[in-house]
């Protein structure tokens, strides 16, 4: 059990390769929503607006895990378990940052008129990789 990410997993998290996000809902319910991911500070970190049920969902229960599948190597998989830190300042940039790595462009395209934007870093309790950390 680890708790830092590998090098071989931070070289799947450059690559635009969307991750699943877990959550529990109201009912205690799974919620699992695909996302955009990156690393904020050797941390993996995710956005969204609020108002949406992941960001309901993560301010009852900041539990959260992560999957993330190469789609070149189904074998090659990391998932993360932790909590997340929500952060306001600098989500809209971090957004963005996003938009580049995924559609190439310099803003995000989907922003809505008064859209109140959050970035959730991942604080890991444990890191699992289902493939060797050889590169």
């Given at each position: 059990?680890?708790?830092?990410?590998?090098?071989?997993?931070?070289?799947?998290?450059?690559?635009?390769?969307?991750?699943?996000?877990?959550?529990?809902?109201?009912?205690?319910?799974?919620?699992?929503?695909?996302?955009?991911?990156?690393?904020?500070?050797?941390?993996?970190?995710?956005?969204?607006?609020?108002?949406?049920?992941?960001?309901?969902?993560?301010?009852?229960?900041?539990?959260?895990?992560?999957?993330?599948?190469?789609?070149?190597?189904?074998?090659?998989?990391?998932?993360?378990?932790?909590?997340?830190?929500?952060?306001?300042?600098?989500?809209?940039?971090?957004?963005?940052?996003?938009?580049?790595?995924?559609?190439?462009?310099?803003?995000?395209?989907?922003?809505?008129?008064?859209?109140?934007?959050?970035?959730?870093?991942?604080?890991?309790d444990k890191i699992v990789m289902q493939s060797s950390d050889e590169a």
């Amino acid at each position: 059990m680890t708790t830092a990410l590998s090098d071989k997993a931070k070289a799947l998290i450059a690559r635009p390769v969307l991750a699943n996000i877990a959550t529990v809902d109201a009912e205690g319910r799974p919620q699992l929503t695909p996302v955009w991911i990156d690393l904020e500070n050797g941390d993996l970190a995710f956005n969204t607006a609020k108002g949406r049920a992941k960001q309901a969902n993560l301010s009852a229960n900041p539990a959260v895990a992560v999957s993330v599948v190469d789609p070149d190597d189904p074998y090659n998989v990391v998932v993360v378990r932790g909590t997340v830190e929500p952060v306001e300042e600098g989500a809209d940039a971090f957004i963005d940052r996003l938009a580049k790595k995924y559609l190439g462009v310099d803003t995000y395209p989907m922003r809505q008129p008064g859209e109140v934007r959050i970035t959730y870093v991942v604080h890991a309790d444990k890191i699992v990789m289902q493939s060797s950390d050889e590169a």
